[in-house]
Nanobody, 124 residues
Framework: VQLQASGGGLVQAGGSLRLSCAAS????????MGWFRQAPGKEREFVAR????????YYTESVKGRFTISRDNVKNTVYLRMNSLKSEDTAVYYC??????????????????WGKGTQVTVSS
């Protein structure tokens, strides 16, 4: 599967963005999908994950209540809606696919497919 993330940009603190991750090659419903982010000088960190059907979602604590992951398996696209953005959300955001049937995986090493990142910059 090939993944392409888009939707990043520059936004003021408190603003919103919606990231998209389009999958091609193999239907995205074959994979659980995750969003990760990497800030300068920091390790890549887990942000959110959604199950194949979309019925289960998981978030890192710092984004709970602000970010929403969703998917449209007809369009083979996964989304990350980000509200109430903070300066600490500034990072390159990556989408990733996991072919396992494990319910929750938060380590980047567990995801076999990655898209190129999209930059999110939140100005304070």
């Amino acid at each position: 599967v090939q993944l392409q993330a888009s939707g990043g940009g520059l936004v003021q603190a408190g603003g919103s963005l919606r990231l998209s991750c389009a999958a091609s090659g193999r239907t995205s419903s074959s994979y659980a999908m995750g969003w990760f982010r990497q800030a300068p000088g920091k390790e890549r960190e887990f942000v959110a994950r959604i199950s194949r059907s979309g019925s289960h979602t998981y978030y890192t604590e710092s984004v709970k209540g602000r970010f929403t992951i969703s998917r449209d398996n007809v369009k083979n696209t996964v989304y990350l809606r980000m509200n109430s953005l903070k300066s600490e959300d500034t990072a390159v955001y990556y989408c990733a696919a996991d072919g396992s049937f494990v319910s929750l995986r938060t380590s980047p090493e567990d995801y076999g497919y990655w898209g190129k990142g999209t930059q999110v910059t939140v100005s304070s």
